[in-house]
Structures are given as C-alpha cells and as structure tokens.
C-alpha cells in the first residue's frame, strides 16, 4: 500500500484526469440508458439489487482475466499484451445496461491495482479502462436502442470496430509518446524499431499502430464478441432472474 500510495502522490495530476475520464464514461453511460428508455417509454432503476450482485462478481472474474495477460509477438512487440476481461464487462452491459458495464470495467482496474499496484504510473490502466470503454459503450448502446439478437451482434461489430479505431488512435495521439516519457527512452523511434523486429513494414507509428495496434485490438474484439454472442443467450435468465415484469415485456431476450 506504501509504494501504491507513492505512485499515486507522484502522479497526482495524471490520476486527477483518470478520474475525470472515468467519470465522463459514467455521464455517457447514464446519458445511453436514460435516452434508450425513454424511447421505450419505460422507467428502469439504473442501480438495482441483482444488478450490484451481477457487477461485484463480474468485476472479479474480469479482474482475474486481466492478471492473466499475454503477449503475442508475432503481432505487436511484447510489452502489447491482450486480455479478455471485457467478456464479463459485455455480458454485464447486455444484462442490465452500459452503466453496469462501465461498473464492471472500473472495478476491474480498481481491483487489479489493489492487488498488483501497477508499474506503468497507471497509464497501463487508464488505457486497459478507457478502450475497454470504447469496445463496451457503443455495443451497449446498439443494444439498449435494440434489444434483438440482430441488435446483439450489430453491437457487437460496432463496438469491435469501435474499439479497433480508438484504441489506434489513442495510442498514437496518447500513450506512445506518455510511454516513451515514463520510461525515459530516447525518442518514440526506440518503439517503433520494437515493432519493426516484429513485422519489417512497421517504420513509422503510423504504420505501428496500423499493423499492430490495431490488429490486436481487432482480434480481441472479434474474440470476445463471439464469446459473449455464444455465453449470454443461456445466461441472461440466470442474471436478470428478479427484474420488474414490466421491464421483461419491453426487452426481447437473445
């Protein structure tokens, strides 16, 4: 706790605009279910019961998918490294709306801190949070507006090719340069060449995160979409078990 709290007071500004982001995703979220609602013409508590129980145990299954990251260094050099905790986040988003969902992805990293610390001065986190985000949001949202198995897998591709864009572009614009600062290297260059022993057409960051970046990003999607078109359809009774009848009849289960 001593070196968490040291990281924390040395990055004070950086976790003040983490928190600001977090919260921005929850405004989004709130703003989605709300809309959604109202064109459905349904009123729908946001924060339930079942739905807090859904969220704590999701949280510690994605936070438990996350510590079990890997690289694949045949795509992205190795510090790139996938997970798939945001199947439980897509799943929870499905269930009970993107709020759940941002819940989940949020717990997911606060846990993961609390456990692991974290060795990137939480840029790692905020990047992990804030695509995660990117890939739920909008898949959640397809899914709020409809609530079909044809609005499931829109969603699903949506927030994949969501996801696939923003994440590029956020390591671009973001954490490149924020990565090539925290360890001190000499220039972005030093990443670039990481990622040009992988594949010899990466000799820029455009091309870096274009034959990287967004590959990865991509076949995380498309793998944790599948998943969760194949997992929810049998599951979604089991977790909305106790919901108001009302809200039953205005949502087509998958």
């Known amino acids: 706790m001593n070196g968490l709290w040291k990281t924390v007071t040395e990055n004070?500004?950086?976790v003040l605009e983490f928190v600001g982001v977090i919260a921005l995703m929850f405004l989004v979220a709130i703003a989605v279910q709300k809309v959604a609602d109202k064109k459905r013409g349904v009123k729908r508590k946001i924060f339930t019961t079942r739905m807090m129980a859904v969220v704590g145990m999701f949280s510690a299954i994605a936070t438990v998918l996350y510590l079990f990251d890997f690289p694949l260094p045949f795509l992205a050099p190795g510090f790139y490294k996938v997970d798939f905790s945001e199947l439980p986040v897509l799943i929870g988003s499905f269930a009970f709306g993107p709020v759940a969902g941002v819940m989940i992805e949020?717990?997911?990293?606060?846990?993961?801190?609390?456990?692991?610390?974290?060795n990137t001065a939480f840029v790692g986190d905020l990047a992990n949070f804030t695509v995660g985000c990117s890939l739920l949001l909008p898949a959640g949202a397809v899914y709020e507006f409809f609530k079909s198995k044809k609005?499931?897998?829109?969603?699903?591709?949506a927030g994949t090719l969501c996801m696939?864009?923003?994440?590029?572009?956020?390591?671009?614009?973001?954490?490149?340069?924020?990565?090539?600062?925290?360890?001190?290297?000499?220039?972005?260059?030093?990443?670039?060449?990481?990622g040009n022993a992988v594949n010899p057409a990466i000799t820029n960051p455009t091309t870096f995160v274009c034959l990287a970046v967004a590959p990865l990003n991509l076949l995380k999607g498309s793998v944790i979409s599948i998943i969760t078109m194949l997992v929810y359809k049998p599951?979604?009774?089991?977790?909305?078990?106790g919901r108001?009848?009302?809200g039953k009849k205005q949502s087509k289960l998958l």
């Open 235 to 241: 599951l979604s009774p089991i977790l909305k078990e």
């Open 106 to 118: 949020f717990c997911k990293i606060l846990l993961k801190i609390l456990i692991k610390s974290s």
């Open 151 to 157: 609005g499931a897998i829109a969603g699903c591709i």
């Open 12 to 14: 004070f500004v950086f």
């Open 244 to 246: 108001s009848m009302a």
């Open 164 to 194: 696939t864009v923003f994440g590029s572009m956020f390591n671009a614009l973001y954490l490149i340069p924020k990565f090539v600062v925290l360890y001190g290297l000499p220039s972005v260059d030093t990443i670039i060449g990481m």
